[in-house]
Every structure is written in C-alpha cells, then in structure tokens.
C-alpha cells in the first residue's frame, strides 16, 4: 500500500512539471487529485468506524473495570517491546501504568529493615548508657525529642529541602486501630480539618495498591495543595509488621487545576510493629517522610512548617485512634482478612467488592 502510494505521488508531481501544459491536462489532474482525497477521507472514516465498533462490542462484554484492566494490559504488552514509545501513548492515551508506577514488594521489605535498623541502634545505645542514638546512615540530626517520638533530619541532595524520620511509641491503642485510621479516607476528612478532599481514583486488583488525591489547606498567605499519590500498604504477620508506603505519581484521571498547587515530590513510608500481637495495646513505628511544597519561602521557615506540623499531625492521628478504640465511631479494618504475606495479595483483590472503600467495619 505504501509503495502504491509513493508511486502515485511521484507520477502526480511528475505531471505537474513544465509550462507548457493544456487546460483539460489541469482539469485532469484536479479530478485526480479530489479522488486521491476522496479515497484517503473514505479509508479513514472506515478505520474509525471499526474502531467505534469494537469500542461498543467491548463496552457490552466488560464492565469498566475490566476494561480498564485490558487496555494496561495491551500497554504493558507494547512497553515490553518498545518503552519509550509506550511511555508516550500511554500519556497521550490517559492510562495510567501500574507496572511502572506501583509499590513493589522489595519497597515494603526494606522498611522494615529500617525499623530493625533502628531498634538495634536504641538497644545499643540503652546497652552502653548512650543518651545520643539515631540512623546508622550518616547526615541525621535530632530536631525534635518528646516523651513518645524522636524526629531526625537530613538534606536531601541536590535540593534544599529535608528528609525526616519519626521513631516513637504509643502504649494505649492497638496497631491495628492506629494502622487503619491512617488507611480509612472517610474517616480522615473527620479527625484532620486540614483535608479539602480525600478520594481514592484508582486500584491495582494485582497488588492492592491504590492512587489517591488529596487536597489540603495549606498555612496563610499560601494558597492550599493537592497531592496524587500511589500507597501500597501490607500486614506481614510472620514478622509482626505491617507497612504502609506513598509516593506522588502522575494520574490521567487527576490532572492539575489552578484551584490547588501540584505538590509533584512526595514520599512516605510507616512501618509498625507491636510489642504483642496487633490487637493488643502497644507499638513502635518508624515514619520517614519527605516532600517538596512548592513553596518560595527560605529554607528554615519550611523546615520548621514541616518539623512543627508532623507532631501535631502525629497527636491528631493518635487521638483518632484512641476515639476508634473507646467505639465512638466506626473505621474499616483493612488488615482483616490478611493472614500473612503469601496471602495478602488475594486480599486485595477480595477488597474490590465495594468499589469505594475495601475492608470490614470494626471500632
């Protein structure tokens, strides 16, 4: 077809050279030409209505779900072959990626790493009668000390910016109440007054992963923000752990408006784990988290934003889980079903029924 194509093209330039030519030569050309154009028009309205056509058939066989889940997989299929040319359409299409944008399993392993990172260094420092612990990583600094956290900082860099890590203790509510009022959207936009808008958009049926947009107001005279992050969050029971990580992503579904800021560098990662089992009272966390808020201020004056407000959002959270326990409302339990790693993926996918919100009841 394309060599057809060239060699009418090159015939039609051809009759076009010299000066000499009649009228009814011109005339042929034209009506050469309008066929031509007539053909091509004709060739591509037939292509589009097939498309149209396979687009209802598949619209009446699959629900949007399943469709959605068929047009990652075509992607997947074509990124594997050509990936930047993928990456491409996949932008210019709308779809959004899991395979490349998920939260992996290794990601959820070396959190909890991090945690047992920290604990070794606080037993070793209670060991030797050290007041001074923290990180084994070099570059952490104490900003803050409380009687149930610890916060360290360092520069992220090339970037004038921190990264902050959280280690403290609670001895009053379970982890599962304090990992659940940290999942349960519906009931944040209840315990945190800062939040705008909390919304769940999208899911990975595959690992559980989730992308969520969050709105939230911002201090004065800044104008409020909006965050789309991937979180991913796993109960590990042969380890006793349960992890929870997000990050900002990109999502077709959530594009940027000029009613919020687009915070675009975002990262946090919780690791929990009990001192008994997760329904008894007592854990220790570990909380690294890390953000860029788009702001023109001078380094300090975000850094104490930041350090100022992670302690009150900490005492926010707590005290809504010490409301789940006393039953003065009802949360979902997103670590219901999960029985250990191996597992946890099927629950993920048993959490799809109830396309809003996954889990069961519990206060």
């Known amino acids: 077809m394309g060599r057809r194509m060239g060699l009418l093209l090159s015939w039609l330039q051809r009759s076009m050279v010299g000066t000499s030519e009649k009228v009814g030569s011109d005339q042929k050309k034209q009506g050469l030409l309008s066929i031509f154009a007539n053909h091509c028009s004709f060739v591509t309205g037939q292509r589009l209505r097939r498309a149209f056509q396979v687009g209802e058939l598949y619209s009446n066989l699959y629900s949007e779900r399943t469709r959605w889940t068929l047009v990652g997989s075509i992607w997947r299929r074509l990124q594997s072959k050509h990936a930047s040319t993928g990456k491409l359409m996949a932008a210019l299409a709308g779809v959004f990626l899991w395979e490349d944008e998920k939260v992996r399993d290794e990601e959820l392993h070396r959190c909890g790493l991090e945690l047992q990172a920290m604990e070794a260094a606080k037993n070793l420092s209670a060991s030797s009668d050290k007041k001074a612990w923290g990180p084994m990583e070099t570059g952490w600094e104490v900003?803050?000390?409380?009687?149930?956290?610890?916060?360290?900082?360092?520069?992220?860099?090339?970037?004038?910016?921190?990264?902050?890590?959280?280690?403290?203790?609670?001895?009053?509510?379970?982890?599962?109440?304090?990992?659940?009022?940290?999942?349960?959207?519906?009931?944040?936009?209840?315990?945190?007054?800062?939040?705008?808008?909390?919304?769940?958009?999208?899911?990975?049926?595959?690992?559980?992963?989730?992308?969520?947009?969050?709105?939230?107001?911002?201090?004065?005279?800044?104008?409020?923000?909006?965050?789309?992050?991937?979180?991913?969050?796993?109960?590990?029971?042969?380890?006793?752990?349960?992890?929870?990580?997000?990050?900002?992503?990109?999502?077709?579904?959530?594009?940027?408006?000029?009613?919020?800021?687009?915070?675009?560098?975002?990262?946090?990662?919780?690791?929990?784990?009990?001192?008994?089992?997760?329904?008894?009272?007592?854990?220790?966390?570990?909380?690294?988290?890390?953000?860029?808020?788009q702001t023109a201020f001078p380094r300090y004056c975000v850094s104490w934003m930041v350090s100022s407000g992670m302690p009150d959002f900490l005492e926010k959270l707590h005290a809504a889980a010490l409301r789940a326990k006393n039953l003065e409302v009802g949360i979902y339990d997103y670590a219901s079903v999960v029985k250990s790693n191996d597992n946890k993926h099927q629950h993920s996918q048993d959490c799809l029924g109830d396309s809003s919100r996954p889990g069961q009841i519990y206060a």
Do not use: C
């Open 143 to 293: 900003v803050m000390e409380k009687k149930n956290f610890k916060v360290w900082r360092r520069p992220i860099e090339g970037s004038y910016l921190y990264e902050y890590r959280v280690l403290g203790s609670y001895s009053d509510v379970t982890p599962r109440q304090f990992f659940n009022v940290q999942l349960d959207t519906e009931y944040r936009k209840k315990w945190d007054s800062l939040v705008l808008k909390l919304e769940v958009v999208d899911r990975d049926v595959n690992t559980g992963s989730e992308v969520v947009h969050w709105a939230t107001h911002f201090p004065y005279p800044m104008y409020s923000r909006d965050y789309v992050y991937v979180r991913r969050y796993s109960v590990d029971v042969e380890n006793n752990l349960m992890v929870l990580i997000s990050r900002a992503v990109q999502h077709p579904e959530v594009p940027e408006t000029q009613e919020y800021v687009r915070v675009h560098s975002y990262q946090s990662k919780m690791v929990i784990r009990p001192h008994t089992s997760f329904d008894e009272n007592g854990f220790d966390y570990l909380l690294t988290y890390s953000d860029d808020p």
